[in-house]
């Protein structure tokens, strides 16, 4: 009898350690954005005054100044996606070369390796002041943001060839099916019926999707702020969707000057921008599973802390009786 009870004693602290652990676990990876965060961090990194409908700060962003190869200046500079790139790759991506090289880091590698709340800290100027966008947006944004950079960023870099910058193995037909249903209402069947204006050249999405196909990606995939464009990733599509939908615009007619697909030739729609279609919705999937996984996990490991915990009352009740 003396013996059993101790091993229900050792079985006890071993379920308590255990779920001890799973708790401190589920509360350091925090809660899971939603997708509606993912994207509305992916608006704000792509243009936050224009997400926000607010004015961009006057003058250049103070970072700015500790680079002089691009030569850019005013609203651009306050960008997250003129310093880290629209493959958020910064030096390490599409901007390692041309006017839009900055120096400045690959910011999903980085966030890969911190913690939504260390990112939100690092926007709010803790490591670098000259950083701290706090006075420009509330915590709900930073927090976005951080979701967006940890959940939502795609590696689109290993299906875009890096001198053609067209996308490898795309599926053509898939792409101009959901071209066809999605897009051409506004675009035109032909991507000539919106015409852009890319630092003063005339361009079509044709020729976007050539020149910058991250931009491209990341529009077509979280939208375009202040427009209603449609979002891939609310409609569930998935990362292939995406560089299918950019492999099909590749085709349409560029019908603008060869020379805008000049690296870093653009303003506000810069000619490298990155964004494919749907890589995050794996990863999201994956996520929900895992959490909810987690979740059956915590609750079980939860009830068998309660049972071993009526174990141990019945049993000193009945040495003491
Ligand atoms: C003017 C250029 C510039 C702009 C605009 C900018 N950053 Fe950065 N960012 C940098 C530089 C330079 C660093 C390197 C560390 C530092 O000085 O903060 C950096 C670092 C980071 C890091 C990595 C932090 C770390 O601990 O290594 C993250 C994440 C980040 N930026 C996100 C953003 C987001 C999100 C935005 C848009 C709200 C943004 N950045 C806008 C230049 C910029
Ligand atoms: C409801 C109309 C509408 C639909 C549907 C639509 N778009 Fe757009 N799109 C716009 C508008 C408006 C703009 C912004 C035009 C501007 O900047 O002058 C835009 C901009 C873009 C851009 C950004 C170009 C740049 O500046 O880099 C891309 C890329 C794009 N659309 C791709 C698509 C794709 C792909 C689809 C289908 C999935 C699509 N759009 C569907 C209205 C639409």
């Known amino acids: ?20 652990a799973f708790a401190a676990r589920a509360r350091a990876q925090g809660p899971i954005p939603s997708g509606a965060d993912i994207v509305q961090g992916a608006l704000l990194y792509d243009n936050w005054p224009a997400a926000l409908g607010v004015q961009p700060p006057a003058g250049n962003m103070p970072i700015w100044d500790r680079q002089t190869t691009d030569t850019r200046s005013g609203a651009d500079t306050w960008r997250c996606s003129e310093c880290h790139g629209w493959d958020y790759r910064g030096a390490q991506g599409a901007y390692k070369t041309g006017s ?6 690959d910011v999903m590698t980085l966030a890969s390796g911190m913690t939504v709340d260390q990112i939100v800290a690092h ?12 006075k420009y947006m509330p915590d709900t944004s930073l927090t976005q943001l ?19 910058l067209k996308v490898k193995d795309g599926n053509l037909q898939n792409g101009q099916k959901l071209y066809t249903s999605v897009c051409a209402t506004c675009h035109g069947t032909d991507g000539e019926k919106i015409v852009f204006r890319s630092e003063g050249v005339t361009q079509f999405l044709g020729t976007l999707a050539v020149s910058d196909p991250w931009q491209f ?40 000057p ?18 494919g279609p749907a890589t995050n919705l794996l990863t999201g999937i994956l996520t929900g599973i895992g959490a909810f996984l987690g979740t059956i996990f915590g609750a079980l490991v939860f009830i068998l802390i ?13 040495k003491r009786t």
């Open 1 to 20: 009898m003396k013996l059993l009870s101790k091993a229900r004693l050792l079985l006890l602290t071993g379920l308590i350690v255990t779920g001890l």
């Open 100 to 105: 839009h090289f900055t120096g400045f880091p």
């Open 123 to 134: 926007l709010k100027g803790s490591d670098d002041p000259a950083h701290d966008f706090s």
């Open 146 to 164: 951080a979701d967006f950079l940890k959940y939502g960023t795609i590696d689109d870099s290993h299906t875009i060839d890096p001198v053609s």
């Open 217 to 256: 990606l990341h529009r077509t995939r979280f939208g375009t702020a202040g427009t209603n464009m449609p979002v891939g990733y609310e409609l569930g599509w998935t990362v292939a969707d995406g560089r299918d939908i950019l492999a099909y615009a590749q085709t349409l007619p560029a019908g603008a």
């Open 258 to 275: 060869a020379a805008t697909s000049a690296p870093g030739s653009a303003s506000s729609a810069p000619s490298r921008l990155l964004g």
């Open 306 to 318: 309660l049972l071993g915990l009526a174990t141990l009352v019945v049993v000193l009740f009945r």
